[in-house]
T-cell receptor, first 110, second 115 residues
Framework: DAKTTQPTSMDCAEGRAANLPCNHSTISGNEYVYWYRQIHSQGPQYIIHGLKNNETNEMASLIITEDRKSSTLILPHATLRDTAVYYCIVRVGSNYKLTFGKGTLLTVNP | GAVVSQHPSWVICKSGTSVKIECRSLDFQATTMFWYRQFPKQSLMLMATSNEGSKATYEQGVEKDKFLINHASLTLSTLTVTSAHPEDSSFYIC???????????FGDGTRLSIL
């Protein structure tokens, strides 16, 4: 699976949009981009995934660049409960393993 | 949505005992489940892939005789930490699902403390 690079930490004001970047410059054509988050002392929570089109669900939006070498997870209105470590992972659909990097610690401030 | 249940949430036991952790897929069948371990302030590390009806596949460096995995049904995988020692204290997390391009879903984890 391709490696990903994320900033170590980010801050965001409550109520504002949180934009979390991820670089995956070696992504291959059949690899999907997945985003998970982990709140302290809990298991990771699935957020969203995509291949090449932008995706949106009730939790977030995923913007993937045209060359697919990077993506951005957008939390439109961050709340204090969104404080967590966010992981960007690329995975080939037929390869079930998930390889977790260090992720981005997002801190939402009041 | 898909739910994965993990039990127990936490366990404290004496050194030398064995501990069993259960992972259940509640509303779907999972031929493959995964076991991860997470030490404080570190990321999740895959320990093994649990395959229904066959032997588990262990990652390099993980002792298969110490971490016994059984996946006897399509909704249940168990991880048994045998002869646990303080260095086995960690946060153990299972996941299931993920066929095709669908996401894996994770349990809430088991915090294991060996005294």
């Amino acid at each position: 699976d391709a490696k990903t690079t994320q900033p170590t930490s980010m801050d965001c004001a409550e109520g504002r949009a949180a934009n979390l970047p991820c670089n995956h410059s070696t992504i291959s054509g059949n690899e999907y981009v997945y985003w998970y988050r982990q709140i302290h002392s809990q298991g990771p929570q699935y957020i969203i995934h995509g291949l090449k089109n932008n995706e949106t669900n009730e939790m977030a939006s995923l913007i993937i660049t045209e060359d697919r070498k990077s993506s951005t997870l957008i939390l439109p209105h961050a709340t204090l409960r969104d404080t967590a470590v966010y992981y960007c992972i690329v995975r080939v659909g037929s390869n079930y393993k998930l390889t977790f990097g260090k992720g981005t610690l997002l801190t939402v401030n009041p | 949505g898909a739910v994965v249940s993990q039990h127990p949430s936490w366990v404290i036991c004496k050194s030398g005992t064995s501990v069993k952790i259960e992972c259940r897929s509640l509303d779907f069948q999972a031929t493959t489940m995964f076991w991860y371990r997470q030490f404080p302030k570190q990321s999740l590390m895959l320990m093994a892939t649990s395959n229904e009806g066959s032997k588990a596949t262990y990652e390099q460096g993980v002792e298969k005789d110490k971490f016994l995995i059984n996946h006897a049904s399509l909704t249940l995988s168990t991880l048994t930490v045998t002869s646990a020692h303080p260095e086995d204290s960690s946060f153990y997390i299972c996941s299931a699902g993920g066929t095709g391009n669908q996401p894996q879903h994770f349990g809430d984890g088991t915090r294991l403390s060996i005294l």
